[in-house]
């Protein structure tokens, strides 16, 4: 940093500084750069291409469906905008909880082409959550499937899965849902209850684009060929534990605190890819380390089509134009 602002910088200036402020000038530069590092990390294009293709694929996807829902916001104006706004801060805030709060860190994305928040926050989750929003199951259950994320391996609340996704995202999604429902059926507007099943609009595109690029993935792609090289859950001591108290429903649960790799076997990845086929431990606790997809994983590669296009079809394919009011009496 010295060199390149006394080359490039100082050498240019009309008058002299004195060395004591080159030396503050120098050491803020380089606070900014690290600043920046941790905000925003980048990889190589043709090492993500080869060792996390399907990642890739769904970055760039991403990237355009977040434009045309942009567009829609934009074209429609007025409450629109302001929602649109709403979903993104209000995903890299619940993205950044994770961070903050440890309880709730039981997620570990992959590395993405562009990854904020100390490599933590991929731009995938922050352009393309808000559609997937829409159809978050088969989201959890190919990202599961194909390592664009992993899950806490040791906390109880992760323990029980379905197609590898855990329990708990599915009563959240759930209780969602049955707010949805109720809200939208109690309204006696009969506009807000009645819709045209074969109109197609930007969301319309994004949606179809998306589970159209789920479809091909899953069925033309093998989760053996993922090398995923980032951060992941750490791998430490195994006798460290953390308290689950904060939560309500986990009263006097605890989970380790680190991934131990005594006698463990994640059931979506292995380290068949890596050296030595284990990780290189060099420190006390190791958050950056190279998981690889298992083989384990295509057994059930059938299942995962059935599931998708069965969940893509059956929504298609829905006829129903209007919702019914249910009213409620509490």
Known sequence: MDYLLDRYIFAYLPFQISDNLKKSISSSSMSAVKIADWFCKTQDLWNFFENHFTFLAVEIL???????????????????????????????????????VPIFNIQWNAQGLLSFCGGRIPI??????????IIKLPYDFIGTYFLWWTWDFNNP???????????????????????????????????????????????????????????????????????????????????????????PFASGLEKSTYLCLNGT????????????????????VVEWYTICGKQSSCDHQSEYIVLI??????????PKRSSPIIPLNF
């Open 62 to 100: 991403y990237l355009f469906l977040f434009v045309f829902t942009l567009i829609h916001a934009i074209r429609l104006g007025g409450r629109y905008i302001y929602t649109w706004l709403g979903i993104t801060m209000l995903i890299f805030l619940q993205e950044s909880l994770q961070l903050w």
């Open 157 to 247: 609340l992760t323990q029980e899965k379905i197609y590898g996704v855990p329990w708990i995202v599915f009563v959240n999604i759930f209780q969602f849902a049955i707010r949805t429902y109720f809200a939208d059926r109690s309204n006696k507007n009969p506009k807000t209850r009645s819709f045209n099943p074969y109109w197609f609009d930007e969301l319309s595109f994004a949606v179809c684009i998306h589970f159209i690029m789920l479809m091909l993935l899953v069925v033309f792609y093998n989760p053996i060929y993922v090398v995923s090289r980032g951060f992941h859950q750490p791998i430490g001591p195994c006798e460290e534990k953390t308290s689950l108290d904060l939560l």
């Open 124 to 133: 995938s989750r922050v352009l393309g959550a808000r559609h997937a929003l």
């Open 309 to 318: 296009w069965y969940i893509f079809f059956k929504k298609i394919l829905n």
């Open 265 to 284: 076997e994640n059931e979506f990845f292995d380290f068949h890819c890596v050296p030595g086929e284990k990780p290189i431990i060099d420190d006390y």
